[in-house]
């Protein structure tokens, strides 16, 4: 008689060869590669779903992902049993400290990501696409081929940043590998040196300021060309965001049925109705997807066919073919009937006012950043907080006495009001004016509203603060909304930011990097 431990067994390496046979594409992730070179046949969704079957199934076994599952000697070197959360938290980590020293977006750009890491770049025809490897002293690198399409040269740059967050990186020469050049478990690195890469090209966080606006193929054309990487990858981040109700597909042509076949789909948070839409279905004859013969090419219809006959207002557009195939997949974003009333949910509020006096008799989270050195609070908002609860300030002190528990990341709360909680949040290292770049440390504010969100969760209390870290700390306010968004509002906790007087300025970035016209105009 099977044991139930051995059906679920076979589930996992069931799931793991699935993994690894997607890995062993051409290519792994989405990037605009041009006409010439058909985009890969792998997806982050996909990739994403199957990692999280993966360790559902070793957990129900172990407990432990990495014993039973991972075993390239690379990814051991991790330590940790989530690999993949492990490396997304490394690269954010990069990205977070190179924003620091003022490398910005987007579009984001590989190139001077490596340069400011103290990387060595060498155009060379003597590679496919890209390769590391590492002197004498440690250093790194990364050699490219210059012939490659610029989008595939950005992203195998970005592929081979991603090898640098592996502790063993210099002990051999790292590069992306083909399905013909992997052995054993290379799937393994190489998939999550792409995980690295998306997060590098587009960091978390970045597509805020176009969540209110209703989604479109004619928008995610323009975020195409904002962030230089592929639609696929923009509907990717953006629609598991977006504020309006909708749902991506990618269908491809059965050249033998002459159909179109549901790849997979993504819906967003606010999508309530059911579809019919989903992975393996087939769309109808007369979907006007049949229509998109070339990439680039665009159509629409109202469909009866998605959800028992209600019209849902469908676009469609023609990206690259998968590998070896000639008709371009098609791109699809369909949106059920909403009536006249319906307005997105913003769930970050901007009010005027103190944060000191936040609205609403719910429990409440107010939130301050203190810095690392000094056990009192002497300047902006934490001043304020001081002057009018002046036993969280003693409290704060006794917790932080010899600064045992100022690390950055770390957090303190005291109750000061029966529904009100102070929070103060460890991310600034000193106070003063600093030489270069901000205070405020992006990856311990990451940490910090980790943290929060937890206690919001747990006490089903709502946030309030003011623009926390762009007084003296000097942080940007788009970071630092971007890391409220990616932390909080994600987990569906309400945020209300206050603003005492109107801003008119932000911490300068650095100058946007300038691409050849012909990179930014490239074929989807």
Avoid at 165 to 175: K, N, S
Wanted: net charge negative; proline share 7%; aromatic share 8%.
């Amino acid at each position: 008689m099977k044991k139930p431990t051995d059906n679920i067994s076979i589930s996992m390496h069931t799931v793991e060869s699935d993994l690894k046979t997607l890995f062993q594409a051409e290519d792994c992730f989405p990037s605009d590669t041009g006409q010439d070179e058909p985009a890969p046949t792998i997806n982050l969704e996909q990739a994403v779903q199957l990692f999280d079957k993966l360790r559902a199934a070793d957990s129900a076994v172990t407990g432990s992902s990495r014993e039973a599952n991972w075993s390239h000697p690379s990814v051991l070197t991790l330590n940790d049993p989530d690999p993949m959360s492990a490396i997304i938290t490394r690269a954010r980590s990069m990205v977070l400290k190179a924003m620091e020293q003022g490398w910005s977006g987007p579009p984001y750009n590989p190139f001077a990501l490596a340069e400011m890491l103290g990387i060595k770049l060498l155009p060379t025809e003597d590679v496919l696409d890209a390769r590391t490897h590492s002197d004498s002293s440690g250093r790194f690198t990364i050699e490219f081929n210059p012939q490659r399409p610029a989008a595939r040269t950005r992203y195998s740059i970005a592929h081979e940043l991603g090898h640098t967050l592996f502790p063993d990186c210099a002990a051999a020469t790292r590069h992306r590998a083909t399905h013909l050049e992997m052995k054993e478990d290379d799937w393994q690195l190489e998939s999550l040196c792409n995980i690295a890469a998306a997060e590098i090209l587009i960091p978390f966080g970045t597509l805020h300021e176009e969540l209110s606006i209703r989604p479109s193929i004619g928008l995610v054309l323009d975020l195409r060309r904002k962030y230089l990487v592929s639609c696929e990858a923009i509907v990717n981040r953006f629609i598991k965001l977006s504020a309006y109700p909708c749902v991506a597909f990618l269908a491809r042509r059965d050249s033998v049925k002459s159909r179109y076949f549901v790849e997979y789909r993504i819906a967003s948070p606010a999508l309530r109705d059911e579809s019919a839409i989903h992975r393996g279905y087939v769309l109808p004859h007369s979907s006007k997807a049949s229509e998109c013969i070339a990439i680039g090419t665009r159509g629409h219809e109202d469909a009866r066919w998605i959800s028992g006959g209600r019209s849902w207002f469908v676009e469609y557009l023609g990206i690259s073919p998968n590998t070896g195939e000639s008709s371009p997949r098609v791109l699809g974003l369909a949106f059920p009937p909403l009536d006249d009333t319906f307005s997105p949910t913003e769930p970050l509020r901007f009010l005027p006012g103190d944060a000191s006096e936040p609205f609403g008799a719910e429990p409440k989270l107010l939130l301050q950043v203190v810095n690392d050195q000094a056990l009192v609070w002497g300047g902006g908002f934490a001043k304020q907080a001081r002057k009018k609860w002046p036993d969280a300030q003693t409290h704060f002190r006794e917790w932080a006495y010899g600064r045992r528990n100022l690390k950055l990341g770390n957090i303190h709360s005291v109750r000061v009001l029966q529904n009100l909680t102070l929070v103060s949040m460890v991310c600034q290292h000193g106070f003063g004016k600093a030489s270069s770049g901000p205070r405020l440390r992006y990856g311990a504010l990451f940490s910090a509203l980790d943290k929060v969100a937890a206690l919001a969760a747990e006490a089903n209390a709502t946030v309030h603060m003011p623009r926390i870290g762009t007084g003296e700390a000097g942080g940007s306010w788009n970071i630092i909304e971007g890391i409220i968004r990616e932390t909080l509002i994600s987990k569906g906790i309400e945020v209300t930011i206050y603003d005492l007087h109107p801003r008119s300025q932000d911490f300068p970035r650095q100058p946007a990097f300038e691409f050849p016209r012909d990179m930014v105009d490239e074929v989807i």
